[in-house]
């Protein structure tokens, strides 16, 4: 209960409206960023996806300090980010691009996005976010996909709540589960990279049909799939969807007052396929000297610990002091499902379709 | 006496058409397209996806026509309470966003019926039925009453009225009217993602896919020449149909006035609008229900919600996206009515060509959005045309959506300019360009004011062309209620569909508008 009631001020001190200008101040440190001697004035472009959030007053600050304007430039989603910067490696839209993750890594570096850069801030990240990086990029958040339950129909129907892949199988989950399409979603091909970590490349065909016969629905995005499909989501019928590891503790920040004492949902460890979302110089940048400060301004205490509030994703830096609503309520599976980039890369498409014709033929 | 040479007026859309359009297409193509891409030909998952999207945008045309050609009918020969009410909405679905529709429609249809071609079908009848009733009724409401008397005072019973006379001299409207609504559904792409299930998929889904998912651009590029092709085929023929089957006839001036229902026909027509008019509503009535459902109850909150401007880049008060929208809005009118009047000018008045340019100018409608996209970003990208990143390029976007439009409802004004009028103007001593400033001008400038309605209207729901286009200023409304959409929880949905509320609303006043502007007799759409 107590826990309850300060994740609910915390959010509401982060969240609230109007008045509290430096609410960030609750959970971000005031130790000074590694970032370098100031600038004269200048302005870095900063490519994301439309996901992208900060707390506004970081952003200040950072100009403030160092005469760089940051000028966060949007446009579609991790993917079309990545296809777009591919088209015009080597003379870039902006100077920095955050927001490519492990999924599309290799494309970008296969098209020489990048200028290499890493972050002396990323020292103590650990090794297991930096694997494929090939040192061209800095890893900045992770997070991860997996499928969410909603506790309290299986407490309704007194029926067990499942806990492995290998029991959305079994009869008594037949109908339960709606997955996203792994051709036209993020979430729903890093569920489909799940089921090939964990049943090989040999067995995830088999088990995708299996799921098949036990009635799973495929829906194109995770709107569909959450707000229309999912019981704790909205209007749907279905207990077990796949979303984020972080949905449970989104679903108190985003809730109206009185806040909820705890999340609808539950996440199914087991299940989780990792994230990685990285940040680089651009290669043909102008001011790599300022995009580089950028780069190491993503990677501060500040701003590490504005991203679970702001994106819903964990810091890549170990230690940043994490929201109670994030301890309490989000998942942080020990061993999460993860596939070489490059792997990825070479197969998405022979997968995709391989799926395709298992699930949906 | 002529008016100013027809090629005078072709310079500016010409030049705006080839450096937008023809110029970044033909460079994405150029880029993609190689011998690996062909490949996608040969599998048969492609020829199923072609398949579908043929059957379903058929479908989609010939429901369109048979539910909204009674609705035309009711609303332009016929006194019906509210005729301008209900023609508003009945216009207000063909310009609300895929995204906000989609849901509200998910919500009311049965479960079993996501995912399927009926709720493709189902959807796509929805956005289009102002299509239908626009194009169709604007010829109807000038039809001359008198010839279907004649045919009565000769013993013809309605129907065969109907039959006989009306639709031998409908049928060109009827036949502009489908083929519109075939190129809408068959390059439908925002109906077919969110009502549409995983293997219900259209070519621009699949091009969309092996551009964005796969970075398969030689496949992709294959598939944007198909559908390409496709287009270009129904453009060629509808165009060679409509010129055999016009009907040389004398169209009534001003509206024929409308006339109280009397035949059962008749009646039939006005409660069929009432009921289509209802289930318009519909969609929209569950938006303002969401947006009012708080928990069990009711309340305020999440309209409220829309007021609030939160610490983070994430919270934008609601006048943040709304004042975007707005600029880009005005700014691609003014682009979409500067050059689709002027191209419409340029096909009336050719005297050849003319029907190569119309059909030019409506291919930005049957063009994959997602390729046009990248073509602008990589054609874009040096010095001395480097707009990347220049807000201009989103009005630019959304501008070559609108402009088939605004040709659509400017040309049949033109063409019903009588040109004796130039030839007295021009028998008391007005220089060529003197008359048509006199004659054609004040036509044109009441049917650019309804174009323009309808351009802003386009700009206001647009999400696929530009929502990749990078900008860092705030979001547009649809992308707002994209981003609203994404949060879990019911704060997420309601102030989503609070915010889709206002969409609509700023939509329907800008439509609303338009009409006011439009002097009885003159075309529409």
């Known amino acids: ?361 | 006496m002529q008016p100013p040479p027809a090629w005078w007026f072709a310079v500016v859309p010409a030049v705006f058409l080839g450096f937008f359009f023809a110029w970044p297409l033909l460079t994405v193509l150029g880029r993609g397209l190689s011998p690996a891409g062909l490949d996608v030909l040969s599998s048969a998952s492609t020829w199923r996806v072609v398949w579908f999207t043929l059957l379903q945008a058929v479908l989609s045309t010939v429901g369109t026509l048979v539910v909204a050609l009674p609705a035309a009918y009711a609303l332009h020969r016929l006194t019906v309470p509210g005729r301008r009410v209900l023609l508003a909405l009945l216009t207000v679905p063909f310009v609300l966003p895929t995204v906000v529709v989609g849901t509200a429609f998910r919500a009311l249809l049965p479960e079993s019926w996501t995912g399927t071609l009926g709720a493709i079908v189902l959807a796509h009848v929805f956005f289009n039925i102002a299509v239908v009733v626009r194009v169709v009724g604007g010829l109807w409401s000038h039809l001359d009453r008198r010839y279907e008397a004649a045919a009565a005072t000769l013993g013809a019973s309605p129907w065969r009225v109907l039959r006989t006379v009306t639709w031998p001299l409908l049928r060109p409207a009827v036949l502009a009217s489908a083929a519109l609504v075939f190129l809408f559904t068959f390059t439908s792409f925002g109906v077919v993602l969110v009502l549409g299930g995983p293997t219900t998929t259209t070519l621009e889904v699949e091009i969309y896919r092996r551009t964005v998912q796969l970075f398969d651009l030689p496949g992709a590029a294959t598939l944007a020449v198909l559908q390409l092709v496709g287009v270009l085929l129904v453009l060629v023929v509808a165009g060679r149909l409509q010129r055999r089957l016009a009907v040389r006839q004398r169209l009534a001036r001003a509206d024929v006035a409308p006339a109280a229902p009397r035949s059962l026909l008749d009646r039939a027509a006005v409660v069929w609008t009432a009921v289509l008019a209802v289930l318009v509503a519909l969609p929209m009535l569950a938006l303002l229900h969401d947006s009012l459902r708080v928990g069990d109850g009711w309340g305020l909150d999440w309209w409220g919600a829309l007021l609030q401007d939160g610490p983070s880049t994430r919270d934008v008060p609601v006048w943040e996206p709304l004042r975007t929208s707005l600029s880009y809005a005005v700014a691609a009118t003014v682009i979409a009515v500067v050059v689709g009047g002027l191209a419409a000018c340029a096909i009336a008045y050719a005297r050849r060509g003319g029907p190569l340019l119309d059909s030019a100018s409506m291919l930005p409608l049957g063009t994959s959005a997602v390729t046009l996209g990248f073509g602008l970003l990589i054609t874009f990208a040096a010095r001395p045309f480097d707009l990347r990143g220049s807000w201009i390029i989103v009005p630019v976007g959304q501008a070559l959506v609108a402009v088939p439009l605004v040709v659509r409802t400017v040309l049949p004004v033109l063409r019903a300019v009588d040109p004796r009028l130039r030839e007295v103007a021009a028998t008391l001593g007005s220089s060529p360009s003197r008359a048509w400033r006199t004659v054609d001008l004040p036509v044109l400038g009441r049917a650019l004011g309804v174009s323009a309605g309808l351009a802003a209207a386009v700009s206001l729901g647009e999400f696929g062309a530009t929502s990749f286009l990078a900008r860092s200023d705030a979001p547009t409304l649809p992308i707002q209620i994209g981003r609203l959409l994404s949060r879990p929880g019911e704060a997420g949905v309601g102030t989503a569909a609070a915010l889709s509320v206002v969409l609509v609303v700023v939509t329907a006043a800008v439509v609303l508008l338009a009409e006011r502007l439009r002097r009885p007799g003159q075309a529409e759409l």
């Not at chain 1, 809730?255 to 680089?280: F, H, I, L, N, W």
């Open chain 1, 1 to 361: 209960m107590a826990a309850a009631a300060a994740a609910s001020a915390l959010v509401l001190a982060a969240c609230g409206s109007g008045a509290s200008t430096s609410s960030s101040s609750t959970s971000a440190p005031t130790t000074p960023s590694p970032v370098p001697s100031t600038f004269a004035p200048t302005t870095v472009r900063l490519l994301t996806h439309d996901s992208f959030a900060l707390t506004e007053s970081l952003l200040a600050d950072f100009e403030a300090r160092t005469g760089i304007t940051v000028e966060v430039v949007t446009g579609g989603d991790a993917g079309e980010l990545v296809n777009k910067a591919a088209l015009t490696a080597g003379n870039p839209e902006g100077d920095v691009l955050f927001g490519v993750d492990s999924t599309l890594l290799s494309r970008a570096l296969a098209a020489g996005v990048f200028d290499p850069y890493v972050s002396p801030a990323a020292a103590d990240v650990p090794a297991a976010l930096k694997a494929a990086t090939q040192d061209a990029v800095t890893p900045v958040d992770y997070g991860d996909v997996c499928i969410n339950v909603d506790d309290a129909w299986f407490a309704k129907k007194g029926i067990a709540i499942p806990t492995t892949l290998d029991d959305l199988t079994k009869p008594e989950y037949k109908d339960l589960l709606v997955v996203q399409n792994a051709a036209t979603s993020s979430p729903g091909l890093a569920f489909l990279l799940a089921t090939i970590a964990t049943y090989g490349e040999d067995g995830y065909q088999d088990y995708w049909s299996k799921l098949r016969a036990n009635g799973v629905k495929v829906v194109n995005g995770w709107t569909e799939a959450y707000e229309g499909e999912y019981t704790a989501g909205g209007k749907g019928s279905r207990p077990l969807v796949v979303s984020y590891a972080s949905s449970p503790p989104a679903e108190i920040v985003y809730a109206s007052d009185p806040k909820p004492t705890k999340p609808a949902s539950s996440v199914m460890e087991s299940s989780c396929y990792r994230q990685v979302e990285y940040a680089g110089v651009l290669a043909g940048t102008e001011q790599p000297e300022a995009a580089r400060a950028v780069v190491d301004w993503l990677l501060s205490p500040e701003v590490q610990a504005d991203v679970p509030l702001s994106m819903f994703v964990f810091p890549a830096v170990p230690g940043t002091p994490l929201p109670e609503v994030f301890t309490t309520w989000a998942a942080t599976p020990s061993e999460p499902l993860v596939i070489d980039p490059a792997e990825i890369d070479a197969k998405r498409a022979q997968w995709v379709d391989a799926w395709d014709q298992v699930t949906l033929r």
